[in-house]
């Protein structure tokens, strides 16, 4: 990912709180010299104080049978457009903000009880009322039976690579008059991107 100075994100913390809210991520990887990618949900755990990518995909798809060799994960944050209109400076141009992560790693298949406690927390992170209002969609032997068309892989993540482009490289005015616009706006990407733009009181 082309990363310019200042859109540079280095502070772990604020990558693992991206990585947390937009955990539908797209994992890449290369076949025979070909592209290939899965959308799907992933958890970012610890795990002896390394970050872990841990997901699943389905049996069905090819993709698991390139576990073993580097791929990406891409991480989609909040973004929104920026109108000229909104500057107190001029001239200038329409352009995008936006917030994204990469975490490059090598997929490793996981099986057993590990797999079974992986989508166990997948379940209790994106519905942590299922075990009451639909117990048995969360019973071992039921999960045990959904695990045989799944395959679940855990990433130890070798490198992040992150960006913010949030108009650090525009004057404080300017930034200043975007991060109103955000604030005042019904979409909740922009107002995401407001709280993360450097000036926020």
Do not use: C
Request: hydrophobic share 40%.
């Amino acid at each position: 990912m082309y990363i310019p100075g200042p859109f540079r994100v280095d502070d772990p913390e604020i990558i693992r709180q991206v990585v947390a809210a937009n955990p539908f991520a797209m994992l890449v990887s290369v076949q025979e010299g070909v592209p290939m990618a899965t959308h799907l949900p992933v958890l970012l755990v610890q795990e002896e104080g390394q970050d872990v990518l841990v997901g699943h995909v389905a049996k069905a798809n090819p993709h698991w049978q390139v576990f073993g060799s580097t791929a990406l994960m891409v991480f989609a944050g909040p973004h929104g457009y920026v109108s000229p209109a909104w500057y107190e400076t001029a001239p200038n141009v329409p352009t995008w903000n936006y917030v994204a992560v990469h975490a490059y790693g090598t997929p490793e298949i996981v099986e057993g009880d590990e797999a079974l406690e992986h989508l166990r927390e997948l379940v209790n992170v994106f519905d942590p009322h299922l075990e009451k209002t639909n117990p048995e969609s969360t019973e071992l032997e039921f999960l045990r039976k959904k695990m045989a068309g799944l395959v679940a892989f855990r990433m130890p993540v070798e490198r992040w690579d992150a960006k913010a482009k949030l108009n650090q490289n525009k004057p404080e005015s300017d930034r200043l008059a975007v991060r109103e616009r955000y604030l005042g706006s019904s979409d909740p990407h922009e107002r995401a991107m407001a709280e993360m733009m450097p000036g926020r009181s």
